[in-house]
């Protein structure tokens, strides 16, 4: 069964000078419980379709439906909400609030849910879960890469999402710190049956995922 | 309110310039908004021997005309006065008057000549204004209808004259004619416009122009009734004018009504002029205007570092709105942040303005005469204090709406992306 259709889509970016299009007439769809991986040159359009797939930007044509709904009749508000509930987000560059220690960025998505109980006892679980309990206090000022990556991960199954979508997670680690994030992300895909979709150069990591769609001037030529 | 909180913090940690500037700012426009708060609160605020303030009602000047282009304004005659003030309904005392200071030649037994603040009063002047009289009496109706030369004194006046407030019974000279002082009353404040003085003696109430019979110069102060209808008040004075106008009318004269008596409020608020009618709306616009100003610049340059700092945190907004965060949340967080920084300026504002009251209230008097300082309440009350609360609410929703606003605007995939312009 899909839990992500693409149907058509494209994205044209407009600027007075100039039009670029960066996807044109893609059509993808994702299993639920699958691990897939979008592969291709910089620029080729995979970030972006990750984006429209997250509902963080709209398409410019075509149409997205996650989980049965249908994405395009959502409003703004409403989009926020169903991110919240359906859609972690882990990025290359980690984006954790520098302001807030491990344990709120890891609540974040919590704090945007009208029901607060029990918000404590999920962050500590989830933490745990991810070896990083013992930082709940810290800065992510004081964390090494790895370990910001695991926060990010925690962030964004605190909310028990049931699709991840991966933008080049392993970008910014050394090959060991990769290979862990990786296990991780695969561990919630085996055992939790959270839906992964993963941008990435990494050749080694995307053959290890159920299935690789490769990208080339914002079409899928496989 | 504790990712607030937190967010402050490091906000105050990175960015200690913006911040603490954020901070002093609103603490400066603050204080400045309870300073002019202060000086509003002195005129309005009742104090002794103005504790009936909110009683009071003034009618300065009468503007009489004779034809399109010629006219004569100023104090009016003790006859037209009573005329025109005595006797109304809800009106429970009335004085003829000077309503404003004049500065008269004084010199007692000590042999010093100075210049003090006169003012010339019928004797139920000591009714409406509670002077706190030390020793002997104040003057009689019978003194101040026979013209007899007699004074009372403020304290310090009596010692700066005789060397001792033991003054009763004694010769002062005013304007170099011999006076007795009958009664010595507690300085008062300078800020007590209308019922201070430094020496008080009885006025004509007789007094009237030979040019104009119907000017002279008497003004007159009016307590009116607790709930008194003012503006019945006017009627009634607006109809005792029309009657004294028929009587003018073979002489070709009439007297121009401007709304008289005024409040306590428009009164020592607005010039008022003897020929014009004044206006509360000119005093409130005034007013309004002041605020705004206050407000405003401030505004303009805290909402300036406010967008500073959310240029930093465009990636962090992204991020939010990414989890869910909705732009109506994106504002209110934002609000919320920088009421808090408002606050916490404002607080430091109103402990300045606390400090200023307490240590520099003799700037709110005149300088260099024996003035009473100001009560730290009349300066500082729940009024002026929840109005500086209130100005920073003001503040903080001018300040942030903008910056807030054009936050909550950016596409969540151009936040992330981008630690550009948040204006792109």
């Not at chain 1, 909310?159 to 049931?162: E, K, L, M, Y």
């Not at chain 2, 300040?399 to 903008?402: E, G, H, N, V």
């Given at each position: 069964?899909?839990?992500?259709e693409?149907n058509n889509?494209?994205?044209v970016?407009?600027t007075?000078e100039?039009e670029t299009?960066a996807?044109?007439?893609?059509?993808?769809s994702?299993?639920?419980?699958e691990?897939?991986s979008?592969?291709?040159?910089?620029?080729c359009?995979?970030?972006?379709?990750?984006n429209?797939?997250g509902?963080?930007?709209n398409?410019?044509?075509?149409?997205v439906?996650i989980?049965d709904?249908?994405?395009?009749?959502?409003s703004d508000t409403?989009?926020?909400r169903?991110?919240?509930?359906?859609?972690?987000?882990?990025?290359q560059?980690?984006?954790?609030?520098?302001?807030l220690?491990?344990a709120?960025?890891?609540?974040?998505p919590?704090d945007?849910?009208?029901?607060?109980?029990?918000?404590?006892e999920?962050?500590?679980?989830v933490a745990?879960?991810l070896?990083i309990?013992?930082?709940l206090?810290h800065?992510p000022?004081q964390?090494s890469?790895?370990?910001c990556?695991r926060?990010?991960?925690a962030?964004a199954?605190v909310?028990?999402?049931?699709i991840?979508?991966?933008?080049?997670?392993?970008?910014?680690l050394?090959?060991?710190?990769g290979?862990e994030?990786?296990?991780?992300?695969?561990?919630?895909n085996?055992?939790d049956?959270?839906?992964?979709?993963?941008?990435?150069h990494?050749?080694?990591q995307?053959?290890?995922?159920d299935?690789?769609v490769?990208f080339?001037d914002?079409?899928i030529?496989n | 309110?504790?990712t607030?909180?937190?967010?402050?913090?490091?906000?105050m940690?990175t960015q200690?310039?913006?911040?603490?500037?954020?901070?002093?700012?609103?603490?400066l426009?603050?204080?400045?908004i309870?300073?002019?708060?202060?000086?509003?609160?002195?005129?309005?605020?009742?104090f002794?021997?103005e504790?009936n303030?909110?009683?009071m009602?003034?009618?300065p000047?009468?503007?009489v005309?004779?034809?399109?282009n010629n006219s004569?304004?100023g104090?009016?005659?003790?006859?037209?006065?009573?005329?025109l003030?005595?006797?109304?309904?809800?009106v429970?005392?009335i004085s003829l008057?000077?309503?404003d200071?004049?500065?008269?030649?004084?010199?007692?037994?000590s042999g010093?000549r100075f210049?003090?603040?006169?003012?010339r009063?019928?004797?139920?002047f000591w009714?409406?204004?509670?002077h706190k009289?030390?020793?002997?009496?104040?003057?009689?109706?019978?003194e101040?209808?026979a013209?007899?030369k007699?004074?009372v004194?403020?304290?310090?006046?009596?010692?700066?004259?005789?060397g001792t407030?033991?003054?009763?019974?004694?010769?002062?000279?005013?304007?170099f004619?011999?006076h007795m002082?009958?009664?010595?009353?507690a300085n008062t404040?300078?800020?007590?416009t209308?019922?201070s003085?430094?020496?008080f003696?009885?006025?004509?109430?007789?007094?009237?122009?030979?040019?104009?019979?119907?000017?002279?110069?008497?003004?007159?102060?009016?307590?009116?009734s607790?709930?008194?209808d003012?503006?019945a008040?006017?009627r009634q004075?607006?109809?005792?004018?029309a009657?004294?106008?028929?009587?003018?009318a073979?002489?070709?004269?009439?007297?121009?009504?401007?709304?008289s008596?005024?409040d306590h409020?428009?009164?020592?608020t607005?010039?008022?002029?003897?020929?014009?009618?004044?206006?509360?709306?000119?005093?409130?616009?005034?007013?309004a205007?002041i605020?705004?100003l206050l407000?405003?610049?401030p505004a303009i340059n805290?909402?300036?570092m406010?967008?500073?700092?959310?240029?930093r945190?465009?990636?962090?907004?992204?991020?939010?709105?990414?989890?869910g965060?909705?732009?109506?949340?994106?504002?209110?967080?934002?609000v919320?942040?920088?009421?808090?920084?408002?606050v916490i300026?404002?607080?430091?504002?109103?402990?300045?303005?606390?400090l200023?009251?307490?240590?520099y209230?003799?700037?709110?008097t005149?300088?260099?005469g024996?003035?009473v300082?100001?009560?730290?309440?009349m300066?500082?009350?729940?009024r002026t204090?929840g109005?500086?609360?209130?100005?920073?609410?003001v503040?903080?929703?001018l300040?942030?709406?903008?910056p807030?606003?054009?936050a909550a605007?950016l596409?969540?995939?151009?936040?992330?992306?981008?630690?550009?312009?948040?204006n792109?």
């Open positions: 069964m899909a839990i992500i693409l889509i494209g994205k970016f407009r007075r100039i299009t996807l044109e007439n893609v059509n993808l994702v299993e639920k419980g691990f897939l979008i592969m291709g040159p910089s620029g359009g995979k970030s972006t379709l990750l429209i797939m509902l963080l930007d398409p410019t044509s075509g149409t439906r989980t709904t249908d994405c395009a009749s959502l409403a989009r926020a169903f991110r919240n509930s359906n859609l972690g987000f882990v990025f560059s980690f984006h954790l609030i520098p302001s220690n491990v709120a960025n890891i609540e974040l919590l945007y849910r009208s029901d607060s109980g029990q918000r404590q999920r962050v500590r679980e745990e879960r070896g309990a013992h930082r206090k800065l000022s964390l890469g790895g370990q990556q926060v990010a991960i962030r199954i909310g028990r999402p049931s991840i979508l991966a933008d080049e997670p392993t970008g910014n050394d090959s060991r710190m290979n994030v990786m296990d991780l992300l695969h561990e919630l085996r055992r049956g959270i839906t992964v979709v993963m941008v990435t990494n050749e080694e995307a053959r290890r995922t299935r690789i490769r080339f914002g079409r030529i | 309110m504790k607030k909180l937190l967010q402050i913090l490091y906000d940690r200690p310039v913006i911040a603490w500037v954020t901070v002093a700012g609103t603490a426009s603050i204080f400045l309870m300073v002019v708060l202060m000086m509003k609160s002195v005129t309005l605020t009742p002794a021997p504790s303030r909110s009683r009602m003034y009618a000047y009468i503007d005309r004779m034809g399109e004569s304004s104090c009016m005659s003790g006859e037209i006065a009573r005329t003030y005595s006797g109304l309904d809800n429970e005392e008057m000077d309503l200071l004049s500065p008269v030649n004084v010199k007692g037994t010093e210049v003090a603040n006169s003012r009063t019928d004797a139920a009714e409406i204004f509670d009289l030390l020793s002997g009496r104040y003057y009689t109706p019978e101040v209808e013209g007899t007699v004074a004194v403020s304290e310090a006046t009596a010692r700066r004259l005789f407030a033991d003054a009763i019974g004694k010769t002062m000279q005013v304007d004619v011999n002082v009958v009664g010595v009353v404040s300078t800020l007590a209308i019922g003085g430094d020496v003696t009885p006025i004509n109430v007789h007094s009237s122009s030979d040019y104009l019979p119907e000017m002279g110069e008497i003004s007159v102060a009016l307590l009116v607790d709930g008194a003012r503006d008040v006017r004075v607006e109809s005792r004018y009657q004294v106008n028929s009587a003018l073979s002489e070709g004269k009439w007297i121009e009504y401007h709304n008596p005024f409020k428009l009164y020592t607005v010039t008022v002029y003897s020929n014009t009618t004044p206006n509360d709306s000119t005093a409130d616009a005034i007013d205007l605020y705004a407000l405003l610049v805290l909402s300036s406010l967008h500073s700092r959310m240029r945190r465009v990636s962090e907004i992204g991020i939010r709105r990414a989890y965060c909705t732009r109506a949340r994106i504002i209110s967080d934002i919320g942040e920088n009421l808090i920084v408002t300026g404002g607080i430091i504002g109103i402990a300045a303005g606390t200023f009251a307490m240590f209230d003799g700037l709110f005149d300088a260099g024996e003035a300082r100001p009560a730290l309440g300066l500082l009350n729940l204090i109005a500086a609360l209130l100005a920073c609410l503040l903080n929703v300040s942030a709406s903008l807030a606003w054009q605007r596409s969540p995939v151009q936040a992330i992306n981008s630690a550009t312009n948040i792109k």
